[in-house]
């Protein structure tokens, strides 16, 4: 798939492309850089840390990966967005750091919705338990921007439609019962290669596709 047509299929949509630029080289990068792109996602922190100075200045980069407190650093005040906070703990942690830094990260939260019990996220019962706590709302350096997922890895269609489906009714309700003075809790980051299509009739506003886009590039 080339870089055109697929921004073409998510125009209608409405929505943006977090390229997925994991273990690929920077001159393959640039070449998508070049070509218009500015937002590429990377999940492991030391290899958005080795990356970032040879790439213009300008990428916005997103962590979509699983992130470890010792980590952080790595990351808070470096990337435009992290897909990734599974926890409280973790949330905590950025929030201290990005004061530290005086800067405010924007954050998803990673839900579990896959039948898959390696996935990471919050399940819907622990984010209420969050969003509910005092704890939560002294946080003062974080920005919730919106929900991520990954759905199972399968060819059962109908099952990552309703997994996907099942993300954005979440969405829905937090965003009446927690968010709903917050403008800027809007984004529902679902899809990749394979299954983004889906993703985007079920209201995705961030696909994070990383083989399709780079594949022809080797
Ligand atoms: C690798 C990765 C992607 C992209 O996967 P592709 O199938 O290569 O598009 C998306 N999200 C996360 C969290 C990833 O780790």
Not at 44 to 54: A, I, M, T, V
Not at 99 to 119: F, G, N, P, S, Y
Not at 157 to 176: A, D, N, T
Request: contains cysteine; neutral net charge; aromatic residues 8%.
């Amino acid at each position: 798939m080339t870089y055109e047509k697929l921004l073409q299929e998510l125009e209608p949509y409405g929505a943006r492309l977090c390229a997925v630029s994991k273990r690929r080289p920077p001159e393959q990068i640039k070449h998508l850089y070049r070509a218009g792109q500015r937002i590429f996602g990377e999940n492991r922190p030391q290899e958005l840390r080795d990356k970032r100075p040879l790439l213009p200045e300008d990428i916005q980069w997103h962590l979509i990966g699983h992130l470890q407190s010792n980590k952080i650093k790595y990351v808070v005040g470096k990337t435009e967005l992290i897909h990734s906070i599974d926890s409280f703990k973790l949330l905590r942690e950025v929030d201290k750091r990005a004061a530290r830094e005086e800067v405010i990260q924007d954050c998803l939260l990673q839900v579990h919705i896959a039948r898959e019990t390696a996935k990471f996220g919050f399940h819907e019962g622990e984010l209420l338990d969050m969003l509910q706590s005092p704890d939560f709302h002294a946080l003062s350096h974080v920005r919730i921007r919106g929900l991520m997922g990954m759905a199972t890895f399968t060819d059962d269609r109908e099952l990552i439609r309703r997994e996907f489906s099942g993300l954005r009714q979440m969405m829905e309700r937090l965003k009446e019962n927690f968010f709903s003075s917050e403008e800027h809790f809007r984004e529902l980051s679902m899809g990749m290669s394979g299954d983004y299509r889906i993703a985007l009739d079920e209201g995705s506003t961030i696909v994070r596709i990383g083989s399709l886009l780079f594949e022809g590039l080797d």
